[in-house]
């Protein structure tokens, strides 16, 4: 996933002439949205809600567990969409988190496009619709180290001229699922020793990390305080056009693919405003702003004519001929899911 919204509360404001002659007790309604942070440009979120004549307020997260954490704390029912990840809304789907829809509630939906309607984490989109997608992988300042970067030892084996100088996204599946690729094995591994292997290479990689940063991720490149991070590509992008010296790599082992989704939330409170907004995101002129925003792939057709020259060259959305195919994050069966609950947990002792 993934303007900085600094406030865990954004409220979509009024374009200024209709926010004189109308007020939150006359608006049709309301609109409780749970997103990524710096995902999503303000302008957008004032055109719903001018068009609608509704009263948005925004809740951010910084990784798909924390999202799930939230929700499962007692703030289902709070929300109307979250934006998770394609592995997190398997999770929740199969967890009873998520309400239903039909394709007719959307007159957008035919607008998805066709390999991401049947999809296997939301079969025939019953519960999501596509928001953007993307991949995972680390940057480098081609400034502090010249070597090789096309492995994922970069994160997990550092050199010594990048030791202490890494940031690693705080999103257990994604930091898991490059430690596997790294060390060739499955995902959703219940062999022992192979686990046991993973555990040891994440603690003895630590000591070579400086932080564990999402929502900073972008920032700790550009400022120089760290020489290479584990990062999406999107927010990347962001950190080469703010000036950073890095290269997005696609290492020979592996990275990881991803697709957030728009989901309409169980017990939303104002589900029938979380359907106009999802329809809302259907249209290309809308989702093709965010996508410009966010520097990711919008899965919505229409699109592409609306992008900006610099993403569409962008190498962060421009993989080279030998880049290795994606992988999406797996999910694990409840058991196998405990022991990476505990390796994560160890990780962050």
């Known amino acids: 996933m993934k303007n900085r919204f600094t406030s865990t509360i954004v409220k979509a404001s009024l374009a200024t002439a209709f926010a004189l002659t109308s007020t939150v007790a006359n608006a049709e309604g309301s609109l409780s949205i749970y997103h990524w942070f710096e995902y999503i440009p303000q302008e957008v979120l004032d055109k719903f809600s001018e068009e609608h004549d509704v009263e948005v307020t925004m809740d951010t997260y910084d990784s798909n567990e924390s999202m799930l954490a939230t929700l499962k704390a007692g703030k289902l029912g709070s929300y109307d969409v979250a934006v998770p990840g394609d592995y997190m809304v398997e999770i929740m789907r199969n967890g009873g988190l998520l309400d239903s829809f039909e394709p007719a509630e959307l007159s957008n939906f035919d607008n998805i496009m066709e390999q991401w309607v049947d999809v296997g984490f939301d079969p025939g989109r019953k519960h999501s619709i596509p928001y953007q997608w993307g991949s995972t992988s ?56 192979e ?25 700790v490149l550009v400022s120089g305080d760290a020489a290479a991070g584990m990062i999406w590509n999107g927010f990347s992008a962001k950190a080469r ?47 093709a702003a965010i996508t410009n925003f966010a520097q990711y792939t919008a899965g919505v057709k229409g699109v592409n004519e609306l992008l900006d020259a610099d993403l569409i060259a962008s190498p962060e959305t421009n993989p080279p001929a030998d880049a290795p195919a994606g992988s999406f994050v797996a999910v694990c069966d409840e058991e196998t899911q405990k022991l990476y609950d505990q390796i994560w947990t160890n990780l962050k002792k």
């Open 138 to 193: 680390f940057s480098v300042n081609r400034d502090m180290y010249e070597g090789d970067i096309n492995t994922t030892g970069i994160l997990f084996e550092p050199p010594e001229e990048l030791a202490g100088k890494i940031n690693m996204l705080d999103s257990q599946g994604e930091v898991l699922a490059l430690a596997s690729m790294h060390l060739g094995i499955e995902q959703c591994n219940s062999n022992r020793d």
């Open 195 to 219: 686990l046991k292997a993973l555990n040891a290479l994440l603690q003895e990689a630590k000591p070579k990390w400086a932080s564990f940063n999402s929502d900073g991720a972008k920032d």
């Open 241 to 287: 056009n703010e000036g950073a010296n890095i290269e997005y790599v696609y290492p020979k082992e592996g990275l990881v693919v991803w697709m957030d989704n728009v989901v309409l939330l169980k017990d939303a409170p104002n589900r029938d405003n979380a359907l106009k907004f999802m329809d809302f995101l259907l249209e290309p002129e809308n989702i």
